[in-house]
């Protein structure tokens, strides 16, 4: 099994600042990476996949980068709807699939 | 709009049984695989379990195994999770995604607290 592994577990940042979150595999997932939102009270929201592709609708502030083991989210200019909990989730050989730990954003 | 709406959810004895139902509306259902995703209270996300569009291919994670079942009526657009054996470790809101690899629409969820 892959285990994924996110850094920090919890980023307070400034309204208007950037924020890079970091997620790592165990061994290579290849590019076969997403990243989700995760506000309290509602379901997770889509945000990257393919390690660098947006989903529809997502903003371009929203950046994935990375491959291989080592993956980064940026936030550039954090807003106010922006302070959440983000997870890393690889779908390579799967199953199974897995998750990490989440990293909760919060205003600094 | 693409839409899920679980269902199903609630309080049950340890070693009881629940069924899950997660309505599905607004995509061609049968084309999609589909997934339950969850979150145990406080937690973070724990893959579950898959089924192809077909329902001709499951996946499980090691801790459900043996115990959950996948399966979909796709006349109904309606995917189901029958959990059997429950323990607390259960205990979690449960979300069905629509496809099978990363998960672009997920349903509200539907909460299941396995407790005496």
């Known amino acids: 099994e892959i285990v994924m592994t996110q850094s920090p577990a919890t980023l307070s940042v400034s309204p208007g600042k950037r924020a890079t979150l970091s997620c790592r595999a165990s061994?290579?997932?290849?590019?076969?990476l997403a990243w989700y939102q995760q506000k309290p009270g509602q379901a997770p929201r889509l945000l990257i996949y393919?390690?660098?592709t947006r989903a529809t609708g997502v903003p371009a502030n929203f950046i994935g980068s990375g491959s291989g083991t080592e993956f980064t989210l940026t936030i550039s200019s954090l807003q106010s709807e922006d302070f959440a909990v983000y997870y890393c989730q690889h779908y390579n050989n799967w199953p199974p699939i897995t998750f990490g730990p989440g990293t909760k954003v919060d205003i600094k | 709009e693409v839409q899920l709406v679980e269902s199903g959810g609630g309080l049950v004895q340890p070693g009881g049984s629940l069924r899950l139902s997660c309505a599905a509306s607004?995509?061609?259902?049968?084309?999609?695989?589909m997934s339950w995703v969850r979150q145990a209270p406080g937690k973070g996300l724990e893959w579950v379990s898959g089924?192809?569009?077909?329902?001709?291919?499951?996946f499980y994670a090691d801790s459900v195994k043996g115990r959950f079942t996948i399966s979909r009526d796709n006349s109904k657009n309606t995917l189901y999770l029958q959990m059997n054996s429950l323990s607390a470790e259960d205990t979690a809101i449960y979300f069905c995604?629509?496809?099978?690899?990363?998960?672009?629409?997920w349903g509200q969820g539907t909460k299941v607290t396995v407790s005496s």
């Open positions: 089924i192809s569009g077909s329902g001709g291919s499951t």
């Open positions: 995604a629509k496809d099978l690899r990363f998960f672009i629409v």
């Open positions: 393919g390690a660098s």
């Open positions: 607004g995509f061609t259902f049968s084309s999609y695989g």
């Open positions: 061994q290579s997932v290849n590019n076969n």
